[in-house]
């Protein structure tokens, strides 16, 4: 359906002597945005993890395309033109957070999880009770009256639970209220066991190197009965104060800054005047501080920036669970919970090891790795380098990791739970690479600019290598980004197949949980085409997986 391939021009070093707001500030990371919209908002750049989608405003992509791929040396290039590379760069973090992490990886499958492990029970309430929507406006009209409807209803609380939970705690207030809420501890599971499913049934049947899932209810079911904190119904809970949110975005701007700082004298406080270091950028690192007993540093260079950004790529990296087996029940919450993580990772510099403030002098692969196994010992779990390099066993010891990364090399995925391949294969990717060189995804700011190191080519070569799948356009339209050596055909291919079970997940999503007729409004994809085309397109993608059309739905 879509032809074009956009091919962004990258900017990776430069000196400047102005800062504009109107290429800098904010930056925004969605979890459901159905809009390619941004152009007159604030936002000049935004993820979408759904939709796996980078965007940015038309006069940061001016500034970007202008430049011809390169290295530059000081006032080569014009403020501008940095600036707006800041922002992509901000934006493609927010990708590498989903495509990258742990818990990206967990919470990014979370939307076909909840298509993928509900379609069993889909299919039947079609046989038992028809073609009605939404399901969940029928259960209130007609309660318990179907086991189908309400192992969907739970699957899919469960797992949105799970993720609103883990991007703000604060959510949990309220969803202690919802009548399908069972416990912290459940969502967790059922997220966690309902994303390695996915991966399970796609490239791992045999159970031979993924997590055990089958193992888990037992464990957990025992948690309930004992009345573990966190693990059964009506539990107390005791949040986090922050979540993903905040560590995404601080993670995001922080390297930002230093990327904009590096090779000038730009302190923390001018950053402060235009306001970029406010509200949601900033809440994760005024924590941070607040618990090592520390104040802001001026130079946006500064160990303890570098710490903090450290501290961050802990926090989003757990193990217990996946990529490892689960090491102890009872820790589930707050072993993979990231904002859990990150306020036990600063108890323990404050606490045992406050010479890790002043650590980071080289921001160095060495320094990384002692630092992340230190920090990652501390709370009895390993560390995002140990996890990598256990994933890239994988790649030598599974066939079906083989066979999946030819499917990468090729660019030629097979049709089945695409989407999971896609995003898999890219996964994997990128932990050989976080392996080999950790520090230039945990301190990519610096590594972008000229240090006086031999690596600013090495960090060139992993920021084309590892940037955003689908990005979009002038015109608003997603496209792939530009791939190296693949035909536009293999691009077209993949990019296609890909939206289009995205759609199914969406209207699968809609029939679920959305009150009235279905919404085709899929202009955010494409406006080549009119709104009649988009909606037979999405609809012929339904009717392929569930065997009805959507405009055949009953709504009630």
């Not at 925004?28 to 159905?34: I, M, R």
């Not at 492990?117 to 009605?132: A, C, M, Q, R, V």
């Not at 309930?224 to 995404?248: D, E, L, M, V």
Request: aromatic share 14%; net charge negative.
């Amino acid at each position: 359906m879509l032809q074009k391939v956009l091919t962004f021009e990258l900017i990776y070093l430069l000196q400047m002597s102005n800062l504009n707001p109107q290429l800098l500030l904010s930056n925004g990371f969605y979890e459901n945005l159905h809009s390619s919209f941004i152009n007159g908002t604030n936002a000049r750049g935004v993820y979408s993890p759904m939709q796996f989608t980078l965007r940015l405003r038309n006069d940061v992509q001016n500034e970007i395309n202008s430049i011809t791929p390169g290295f530059y040396s000081p006032n080569e290039l014009s403020e501008n033109q940095t600036q707006a590379f800041s922002t992509y760069l901000h934006e493609t973090i927010h990708w590498w957070q989903h495509v990258g992490s742990n818990y990206g990886l967990i919470s990014s499958l979370k939307y076909p999880a909840q298509s993928h492990i509900n379609h069993s029970y889909l299919k039947s309430i079609l046989t038992d009770i028809g073609p009605i929507k939404s399901i969940a406006k029928y259960d209130i009209q007609n309660p318990n009256s179907n086991l189908n409807i309400n192992k969907t209803l739970n699957y899919w609380h469960d797992i949105d639970f799970a993720n609103k939970i883990a991007f703000a705690p604060n959510n949990l207030k309220t969803i202690t209220n919802n009548p399908y809420f069972e416990s912290w501890g459940h969502s967790y599971q059922i997220m966690w066991g309902s994303s390695i499913w996915t991966l399970i049934s796609t490239v791992d049947n045999n159970f031979s190197f993924l997590p055990n899932i089958r193992e888990w209810e037992a464990e957990f079911e025992k948690l309930r009965k004992q009345k573990i904190k966190g693990f059964y119904h009506g539990s107390p809970n005791t949040i986090a104060p922050i979540g993903t949110k905040s560590i995404f975005e601080g993670q995001a701007r922080f390297s930002q800054i230093q990327y904009l700082a590096r090779g000038k004298n730009y302190t923390v406080a001018d950053f402060e005047k235009l306001n970029m270091l406010e509200g949601i950028y900033v809440e994760c690192f005024d924590l941070f501080l607040k618990i090592l007993g520390e104040k802001r540093p001026l130079n946006a260079v500064h160990p303890l920036i570098g710490l903090f950004l450290l501290v961050c790529d802990l926090s989003i990296n757990p193990t217990n669970g996946f990529p490892f087996e689960i090491r102890n029940y009872e820790s589930f919450i707050i072993s993979n919970d990231p904002g859990y993580r990150f306020i036990l990772l600063c108890q323990q510099i404050r606490d045992h090891y406050s010479v890790l403030k002043i650590a980071i002098k080289d921001y160095s692969k060495e320094e990384y790795i002692t630092i992340s196994n230190i920090l990652a010992s501390s709370i009895e779990t390993r560390s995002p380098h140990e996890s990598a390099g256990f994933i890239c066993r994988w790649l030598t010891s599974e066939q079906t990791i083989q066979d999946l990364l030819k499917e990468e090399e090729t660019y030629r995925f097979k049709s089945e739970n695409l989407p999971i391949r896609l995003f898999f294969s890219k996964f994997l990717r990128f932990q050989e690479d976080k392996y080999k060189y950790p520090h230039i995804f945990c301190w990519p700011g610096i590594n972008l600019t000229e240090t006086g190191r031999n690596e600013l080519q090495l960090a060139f070569d992993l920021f084309e290598k590892h940037k955003a799948l689908f990005i979009d356009g002038i015109d608003g339209d997603i496209y792939h980004s530009a791939m190296k050596g693949y035909t536009d055909e293999q691009v077209d291919s993949t990019l296609n197949g890909f939206f289009a079970w995205n759609s199914v997940y969406d209207l699968t999503r809609q029939w679920i949980v959305e009150p009235g007729p279905f919404n085709f409004k899929y202009e955010w994809l494409s406006s080549k085409y009119s709104a009649d085309e988009m909606q037979n397109w999405a609809s012929t993608n339904f009717e392929i997986s569930f065997g009805i059309r959507p405009e055949n739905f009953k709504i009630i």
